[in-house]
């Protein structure tokens, strides 16, 4: 996380370069919460889609590029055709409404909150996130754990790729039988035994230079009104959207 100064200042200005004016990390967060909390207890697909659009306008006009956005979100859809479909059709034809507009509420919730979600984590450094968690007052060993894992989750990546173009080059063809099974299970295996080497490794490493369990962090930055405006337009927005189903409702 934060190194001293330096780090800091480079971690601004790379914030200032992509996004404009920064937005302080806290509020982003508790703004990103109370959202999509809020939208999760929306029932009417009416406003949900109020919510989403919202949200995809706020994104864009945050730096989200559509073309990015809309490649995340397409990761999304093989995930909600499985949780979708056996809703729909578990009933059989024709399709009862109620189940259409649970279905309806579902994505628009799930989408939604992707959207945000998105958003939070756009042009932010994890290490900035991970901070401000901590200022939140959140265990520095659960922000250390989720940092080591997001840091080292690519090299395990990078580990099964290179794999995976070495059983290519051999041409290894990925039939479901008792040889590719047991390809298979060596590969898992000598993944395993390597992170655990790795985990030894970067611990010794660490451990030798005085880590304790926790990476240092620096001082909080000052919230600026800005923040506090931006914090307040999804919260405003939200807090009417949950004041007018309880009208309509």
Not at 63 to 85: E, I, V
Not at 125 to 143: D, F, G, Q, S, Y
Not at 154 to 180: D, K, N, P, W, Y
Not at 208 to 227: A, E, K, T, V, Y
């Amino acid at each position: 996380m934060g190194h001293g100064n330096h780090d800091r200042a480079l971690k601004d200005q790379h914030a200032i370069n992509n996004a404009g004016l920064p937005w302080e990390p806290r509020t982003k967060l508790i703004a990103g919460l109370i959202f999509i909390l809020g939208v999760v207890s929306l029932q009417s697909p009416l406003l949900l889609t109020a919510a989403f659009i919202f949200a995809l306008c706020f994104a864009l006009i945050g730096g989200l590029a559509l073309s990015q956005l809309l490649r995340r979100l397409a990761l999304l859809l093989p995930l909600l055709a499985l949780m979708s479909l056996p809703l729909l059709f578990s009933t059989g034809l024709p399709l009862p409404p109620d189940r259409v507009e649970m279905v309806l509420r579902l994505s628009l919730k799930v989408l939604t909150a992707m959207t945000f979600t998105l958003f939070v984590f756009n042009n932010q450094p994890i290490e900035n996130l991970l901070e401000a968690l901590e200022h939140l007052r959140m265990p520095a060993v659960v922000t250390t754990i989720i940092y080591l894992a997001y840091r080292y989750g690519f090299l395990f990546i990078h580990e099964v790729q290179t794999m995976m173009r070495a059983l290519i080059a051999r041409l290894f063809e990925g039939r479901i039988s008792r040889t590719s099974l047991a390809v298979y299970g060596e590969i898992a295996g000598g993944l395993f035994i390597k992170s655990l080497n790795r985990s030894e490794t970067v611990y010794r490493a660490m451990a030798s230079r005085g880590f304790q369990g926790s990476l240092p962090i620096g001082p909080p930055r000052r919230i600026l009104s800005r923040d506090l405006i931006r914090a307040a337009l999804p919260l405003f927005l939200i807090t009417i959207l949950l004041a007018a189903e309880k009208v309509v409702l």
